[in-house]
């Protein structure tokens, strides 16, 4: 019995008596040996008798108990489209060789000049006829198959001019061969030309040879994005270690990962330490320090340490995944300066049809002797040289490089258009807390005043902070349980809204807080006003410590600068785009901390919800704005700004708020993502330029044009040569992007 | 003028006239889908003209029957989707459009077009 297995997902499955169900149902079904359904995956694999069981079957035996399936669902690997492809450049490889050699052997027996160092029997034209009809008829098949396809939907392509064309030269010659003294009667000596037949059609298939091995380059970064998957993981179920296939991993396996292997799916450090390379997701090249509670990320490598992680994100749902629909996404997105090329082009060849009408009859009508040899020779130029291909290729296969190109540094770019529209941008709006600074205060001076030490200081405003909510006193808990100072109980504790907390510690009164509560309870600030005013002019938020009413120390806490900020911000500067920067902090905080990046346009102040009237009100300057923040608290401003741009937080990729993520959270990448849509533009309008240009110029000198001032024609073997070429260099132009640096 | 002058330059203008007739002048046919659609692809799609309903999900369906590689990628760019077409395998897009309008996709190198109309 003949047996065959497939595989199809189903829809509408949600616990683990569906898979019972469903087996049961399937395995039902006459034919059918085996079935097994996958809960954590959502597919099933069934192993039946193809002469009796049907798709149809299959997909009723799956409804009828309620739930949905997808059979003919595309199940091909990307291996396996791969294979194809090799397959199909092979043969095509084969037909290139075997057309050139004979092509070549024609081209020598029958092109003036060549003719005579060639064996008398390559001269017989019937040899050449031999020669010729192999290459027009089995090599050029393609040719013709697509132009009769084509022509049922009557739409007209390349194949559809070179078929035409090749055609008309191959019959020419063929009426000359076998009929001779037709040619002699009106004139003409009777000469075939059956070398342009031949040749064209070798060297046309070489182009798209060529062709075809530049556009799998084009496609890489995918394919590298996929290899980073890895396939399987050591799960322990049950207290045994289990290798299992990555599809089989579910949320809540834990796993275990040891030195050197690649993490197989997202999700938090259960117990162990390690160092972890993530520079294949982030672009960062440093490897990050991982502890218990910390978030892995799937495909990343496990450097040094053994630990152990609990799966919170499987199949399509870890980042990785994301990242390659992201980037697929934004591969098939249309950028908006393709549409003149779209219109170009679906006009293009019936346009180059008409021409090739009108070249014909001006040189029969009005050219030189043998006039219709002339327009014959003319009119196949004219139909071998246009090229439409070059103008389809030019913007798409930039796309593509330039996207991939981003996300091996980990800026993803959501889609083409986003790509087009950064490299507009003039103005950029840098959101403060948690994207220029790291977004969580952290103790930056502490000043004694008083006899009291540093330690002492730090351990008593730790002490009274510990009952406050306030995000600062965290800032200052958190320093003094790193350095694992015992608190003191509080007694009476009280927080006094706007002002800080007060209570009574190892029984004295204790104050911590701003001016205002120092005023209030009537304490000195003293000589100490300068050392705040300073601290304060920098950014810092000061706080004081006041025991029994006097003033015993200062502790200033401060939201840190991100390390790449400044370089990040200076590269911006230097391609002339003006940096703002925008924040919720009260002016004179922001000033500082603008100055020390050198920002000139603070907008402070401003709360949450009117961040996005503050991106609308720039946007009215007439500015090109991009916008960059978290994509969590900001979306409204990513979204309302010309170009969203999200720093991400590494782990959860805020995608969908945002035109571009940066997946590194270094600020450096903002200039680069810029560079980067500066580069592939110029890639694209290069290409454009080039195809436009290429069939602008070349069409009119193959239809004649140079020919009453220099006597000039094109030959169309050149022809060919000049149409192979060029779309070959669109694609290469584009892989050019690879080699470019944006960082 | 000779007479084969012309019955040349007679020919031709009528050889340009069929060709605008031929390619250009073509009426579009306007399939209406609700739930799915079978698209051939053979040198060009047919049909080559849908028209599918807003907010709902529609299923279309490529087959490939042409070798021709120039259609070997069907890119419907409005709704960023790019997926290559095996030879002679059903290549199912599930489309649930947010928008009405006329969105046209083509192969990846924009020689061959298709259209679909959001209702």
Known sequence: MNQTKKTFSIKGMHCAS??????????????VSGATVNLATEKATVTYDPAIVTDAKLSSAVSNVGYQALVNEEIKTEDEEQKEKQKELKSLRFKVIVSLILGGLVLWGGFPGLMKTAPMILQNFWVQLILATPVQFWAGFGFYRATLSALKHRTANMDTLVAIGTTVAYIYSAVVTILPELVTKIGIEPMPYFDTAAVIIGLILLGRYFEAKAKAGTSEAIKKLIGLQAKTARVLRDGKEIDLPINEVIIGDIIRVRPGEKIP??????????????????????????????????????????????????????????????????QGSKAPIQRLADLVSSYFVPVVLMLAFVTFAVWYNWGPAPSLLFALLNTVAVLII??????GLATPTAIMVGTGKGAEHGILIKDAESLETAHKINTIIFDKTGTLTKGTPEVTDI???ESIGKDELLKLAGSIEKGSEHSLAE?????????????????????????????????????FGNKRLMDKENISIGTAGDKISEMENSGKTVMMIGIENKLVGLIA????????????????????????????????????????????????????????????????EGKVVAMVGDGINDAPALAAADVGIAMGSGTDVAIEAADITLINKDLRSVAAAVVLSKKTMRTIRLNLVWAFGYNVIL??????????????????IFASVAMATSSVSVVANSLLLKRKKII | MSLDKIIVTLASILGIAFTYWFFLGKKEKEIQVSDSVDIVVEGGYTPEVISIPKNKTTKI?????????????????????????PMDQKVTIELTPKKTGEFTYSCAMNMYHGKIIVK
């Open chain 1, 18 to 31: 569906c898979v019972m169900i469903l087996e049961r149902s399937l395995k039902k079904v006459e034919g």
């Open chain 1, 265 to 330: 799916v997202d999700g938090i450090i259960e117990s162990g330490e390690s160092s972890i390379d993530e520079s294949m997701i982030t672009g960062e090249s440093m490897p990050v320090d991982k502890v218990k509670g910390d978030v892995v990320v799937g495909a990343t490598m496990n450097k040094t340490g053994t630990f152990t992680f609990k799966t919170t994100k499987v199949g399509g749902e870890t980042m990785l995944a994301q990242i390659i629909k992201l980037v697929q996404e934004a």
């Open chain 1, 386 to 391: 246009a090229c439409p291909c070059a103008m």
């Open chain 1, 447 to 449: 000043i004694p005043i």
């Open chain 1, 475 to 511: 800032a200052i808990v958190k320093a003094a349980e790193e350095k694992q100072f015992v608190l003191s109980k509080v007694e009476k504790f009280q927080a006094i809204p706007g002002h800080g907390v007060e209570g009574i510690v190892d029984g004295k009164r204790v104050v």
């Open chain 1, 557 to 620: 806490v401060a939201d840190i600068i991100k390390e790449s900020a400044k370089e990040g911000l200076l590269a911006l500067q230097k391609l002339g785009i003006e940096v703002a920067m925008i924040t919720g902090d009260n002016q004179r905080t922001a000033n500082a901390i603008g100055h020390i990046l050198g920002i000139n346009r603070i907008l402070a102040e401003v709360l949450p919800d009117q961040k996005e009237a503050e991106v609308r009100k720039i946007q009215a």
């Open chain 1, 699 to 716: 069409i009119p000198v193959a239809m004649g044009a140079l020919y009453p001032l220099f006597g000039l024609l094109l030959n169309p």
């Open chain 2, 61 to 85: 369906n490529f087959i490939r029957k042409d070798s021709n590689s120039c259609l070997e990628e069907v890119i419907l760019g409005d709704f960023k989707i790019k997926k290559y077409l």
